[in-house]
C-alpha cells in the first residue's frame, strides 16, 4: 500500500518546505527538511519537470508500525498455511488440521491470529529474540513464544515479504534495544516548474511524491501522480488561507486514496521487487505474452479517466530502464560495472546539471537487469542526497548522486561512473603486506581469465547492438546478460563440476576458493543455490509424491543440449503422462522459461530418426500448441523448427486418423 502523498514546494523565505500530506504523520512532519530537499534536490529550477526515485529511512514508534501493518493484513487478506516444527521428524506439520489455507490478521504486535473458514482464530505469539528466516520461496520460519518453531507460507506469494519485513524490522528493533523503529519509504517523486510573475521568484516549483515501505515498485502509478500534479499546479501560490490547506488536502487525499484502492483490486504483490529471492524477468518472451498485462481504467473525477497498465509478473527494476543505453554510454566498461557488483563492491554513478535526475535513476536501476537473475534491488539507491548517509552502514551498495563531493571523498566508493561522460574510474587499495602481494598473484590466474571471457562478450554484445534502439533489442540484450550471469554462478557455484578439487593444481583450486568466497560473502551466489533447492519443492507442492518423474524430466532437458534416443524417449513419455490439464502444462512451461529463454530444447525430438520419439514429441508438442500460453511460446521459436513441427504435424494427425483402431 502507499502509505502517504506529500506535497513539497520551494518558499523565497523558507526554502523546501512542505505544503501538504495526507494522511497526517509526526514522524514526516519532524523530518521536514530531508524529505523537502529530497523532492527538490539542487537543479531541480534548470527543467520543466523532472522525476526522482529516492529511499528515505524514517523513525516511527512500533505502536503506529503495528497500527500500519494491521490495517493492511486485514484489508489484503492474505491466503497463508500455518505450520509446526516437529523436533522428532525434524519436519513440518499442519499447525491446524482440516482446511489448510487461511488468512493472517495482527492482533498485537508480536501476535497473530490464524482465521478460518468459520471464523475460528488460532493465536500466534512471535519471539522477537531472532529474524524469520527464509524456508524456501513463498516460505518463512519463526521463533514462537515459549513453545516450539512456527513457519508461515504464503500460496500464492501474496504477503510474503511483507509479514517477513515486519518480522525482520521487529527483531532487528528489539536487538538494539531503542524506543523507536527505522523504517524505509520508498519515494516516487515528480517535479514541476512553473513560470509565473505573481510569484518573487517568477516561477512555482512544486513536487508531489507517493511514499511506501511496503512496495518498492512505484512507478507504474505515474499517471495518477502526474494528474493530482496537475490539479496542484493550477492552484494559485497564496497558502496562508485556510481555504488553499484544505483544496491541497482534498487532492492528496483523492491521490492517496485512489491508489490504495488500485493496489488492493491489482494485487501489491506485482510491485514488490523482492531481492531475496532470484529474479526472472529477463525472461522477456513470457513478459510479452498478453495475459502478463493488465489494463485497468480509473475514474479519477467525473471529468478525467485514467488509464493504467500493469505486469502482471512483476517488475525486476525500481524506474523503468534500457540496458541498451546503458551498455552504448559504457561501452567496454559495462564490464568492469558488471564484476564489481558481483564481488559486491560500492558503486557510484554520477550525473551534472545537464542530466535529468530520472535519467541517472535510469542507469543506476540498469544495474538490477545487468546482472539478472540476481536481485540487487537492496543495495540499488537511485538518488542519494548529502543530508541522508545512512547507505554508508551498508557494505554493498549502487547509488545515483549528482554533487561533486562524492567523487572526491574517495573512501566512499570502490567504482565511481561518471554518466555524461562514460567513463569509470576504479579505487584500488594499496597492496600493504607480501601475503596479500602473494594472494593477488594466486587470483591472477582466474582474474586473466575472467576478464578474457568478459572482452569477448562485451565485444559479442556491442556487435549485436549496432545502432538498433527498439524494445526488442533491449530484450536481447537482458537475454544476453541473463544468460552470461547465470553461466557466471553455475560456475563459481561448481553446480557443474567443472572444477576437479583432486586433479587441478592447487593454485589454480585456491584461486577458485577465493573468487568462490568473494561471491559468496557479496550475497550472491549463495541466494543462486537457496533457488536451486526452490524449484524441487514447487514442482513437489504442484504434483505431489510423483513430482520426482516430471522434475527429472525437467532438469534434462534444462541441462543438456544433446539428449540421446533412450533418454528422449522416457522424456517425452513422462511429459505425456503428466502434463495433461493446461494448468499442468502452464506450470511447466512457466518454470521452463525461469530456466531456459525458449522451449527449443523441448522440440529437439522432431530432429529424432526414431519413430518411436517422434510419436511422443508429436503428441506433446500438439498439446503445447493447443495450449494458449504454449502456443504464444510455439510461436517466438527458430522458423525452420516452426516449419518442421507444422509439416510433422499434419503427418502425425493424418497418421493417427488412418490407423487401425487397437484390437
Not at 353 to 365: G, I, K
Not at 557 to 562: A, G, L, S, T, Y
Request: proline content about 4%; hydrophobic content about 40%; aromatic content about 12%.
Amino acid at each position: 500500500m502507499a502509505d502517504f502523498a506529500v506535497l513539497c514546494e520551494f518558499d523565497i523565505h523558507k526554502g523546501c518546505v512542505i505544503r501538504g500530506l495526507y494522511p497526517e504523520r509526526a514522524d514526516l512532519r519532524t523530518a521536514e527538511f530531508q524529505v523537502a530537499s529530497y523532492m527538490l534536490p539542487d537543479g531541480t529550477h534548470n527543467r520543466q519537470t523532472d522525476k526522482t526515485f529516492f529511499t528515505l529511512t524514517l523513525e516511527q514508534t512500533p505502536e503506529a508500525y503495528f497500527e500500519d501493518h494491521k490495517a493492511l493484513l486485514t484489508r489484503e487478506a492474505f491466503p497463508v498455511e500455518a505450520y509446526i516444527l516437529d523436533h522428532v521428524s525434524k519436519s513440518w506439520m499442519p499447525m491446524v488440521q482440516g482446511v489448510s489455507k487461511r488468512t493472517l490478521s495482527l492482533e498485537a504486535i508480536t501476535r497473530f491470529a490464524l482465521i478460518g473458514s468459520e471464523s475460528e482464530a488460532y493465536p500466534i505469539e512471535v519471539a522477537l529474540t531472532s529474524p524469520p528466516s527464509v524456508v524456501s520461496e513463498n516460505f518463512l520460519s519463526f521463533e514462537s513464544e515459549g513453545g516450539p518453531r512456527l513457519s508461515l507460507r504464503f500460496p500464492e506469494g501474496r504477503g510474503f515479504t511483507i509479514v517477513h519485513n515486519y518480522l525482520k524490522t521487529l527483531a532487528e528493533w528489539k536487538a538494539k534495544g531503542k524506543d523507536k523503529l527505522r523504517s524505509a519509504y520508498n519515494f516516487f517523486n515528480i517535479i514541476c516548474n512553473r513560470k509565473d510573475s505573481a510569484v518573487a521568484r517568477g516561477a512555482t516549483v512544486r513536487a508531489l511524491a507517493l511514499a511506501s515501505n511496503k512496495i518498492n515498485v512505484l512507478f507504474p502509478l505515474e499517471p495518477l501522480v502526474t494528474e493530482a500534479l496537475v490539479e496542484v499546479m493550477e492552484l494559485p501560490p497564496v497558502w496562508q488561507e485556510d481555504k488553499r490547506h484544505e483544496e491541497v488536502q482534498k487532492i492528496l487525499g483523492l491521490l492517496y486514496d485512489q491508489t490504495n484502492s488500485l493496489l488492493h483490486s491489482v494485487g501489491i504483490s506485482i510491485f514488490i521487487s523482492d531481492c531475496s529471492s532470484l529474479n526472472f524477468r529477463s525472461n522477456s518472451i513470457l513478459r510479452r505474452f498478453s495475459s502478463g498485462q493488465k489494463k485497468v481504467d480509473l475514474q479519477w473525477t467525473p471529468e478525467v479517466k485514467l488509464q493504467l497498465q500493469f505486469d502482471l509478473n512483476g517488475y525486476s527494476t525500481l524506474t523503468p530502464v534500457s540496458l541498451s543505453k546503458f551498455v552504448r554510454t559504457f561501452r567496454e566498461k559495462t564490464m568492469t560495472i558488471y564484476r564489481a557488483i558481483l564481488e559486491g563492491k560500492r558503486i557510484i554513478f554520477v550525473g551534472g546539471p545537464q542530466l535529468m535526475f530520472q535519467e541517472l535513476a535510469e542507469y543506476v536501476s540498469a544495474c538490477n537487469l545487468l546482472v539478472a537473475p540476481l536481485g540487487i534491488t537492496d543495495r540499488t539507491f537511485p538518488f542519494v542526497h548529502l543530508i541522508d548517509m545512512a547507505f554508508l552502514d551498508q557494505k554493498s551498495y549502487i547509488i545515483g548522486v549528482t554533487n561533486p563531493l562524492f567523487v572526491d571523498k574517495k573512501a566512499w566508493w570502490d567504482v565511481c561512473c561518471d554518466v555524461l561522460a562514460g567513463t569509470v574510474k576504479v579505487n584500488t587499495p594499496p597492496t600493504n603486506s607480501a601475503d596479500e602481494f602473494l594472494k593477488k598473484a594466486v587470483n591472477s590466474l582466474q582474474e586473466t581469465k575472467i576478464k578474457a571471457l568478459d572482452v569477448e562478450f562485451i565485444e559479442e554484445v556491442l556487435k549485436r547492438l549496432g545502432g538498433d534502439d527498439t524494445p526488442a533489442m533491449d530484450e536481447r540484450i537482458e537475454a544476453c546478460f541473463y544468460n552470461y550471469t547465470k553461466h557466471q554462478l553455475d560456475y563459481w557455484s561448481n553446480q557443474a563440476n567443472l572444477v576437479d578439487f583432486e586433479r587441478e593444481e592447487k593454485a589454480l583450486v585456491d584461486a577458485f576458493n577465493g573468487k568462490a568466497i568473494l561471491l559468496r560473502n557479496a550475497g550472491l551466489a549463495a541466494q543462486y543455490e537457496t533457488h536451486l533447492d526452490s524449484f524441487r519443492e514447487d514442482f513437489k507442492s504442484f504434483f505431489g509424491e510423483e513430482y520426482v518423474e516430471i522434475y527429472r524430466t525437467f532438469n534434462s532437458f534444462v541441462e543438456n543440449d544433446e539428449i540421446d534416443d533412450y533418454e528422449l524417449i522416457l522424456n517425452y513419455t513422462t511429459l505425456n503422462k503428466h502434463l495433461v490439464t493446461d494448468a499442468q502444462l502452464e506450470f511447466f512451461l512457466r518454470l521452463y522459461l525461469k530456466k531456459k529463454q525458449n522451449i527449443e530444447n523441448l522440440m529437439v525430438g522432431l530432429y529424432a530418426h526414431s519413430e518411436s520419439i517422434l510419436e511422443r514429441a508429436m503428441d506433446f508438442l500438439v498439446k503445447v500448441e493447443a495450449n494458449k500460453i504454449g502456443n504464444f511460446l510455439m510461436s517466438k521459436t527458430n522458423y525452420f523448427m516452426l516449419f518442421l513441427f507444422q509439416n510433422m504435424k499434419n503427418q502425425h494427425i493424418h497418421a493417427k486418423k488412418s490407423a487401425p483402431p487397437p484390437s
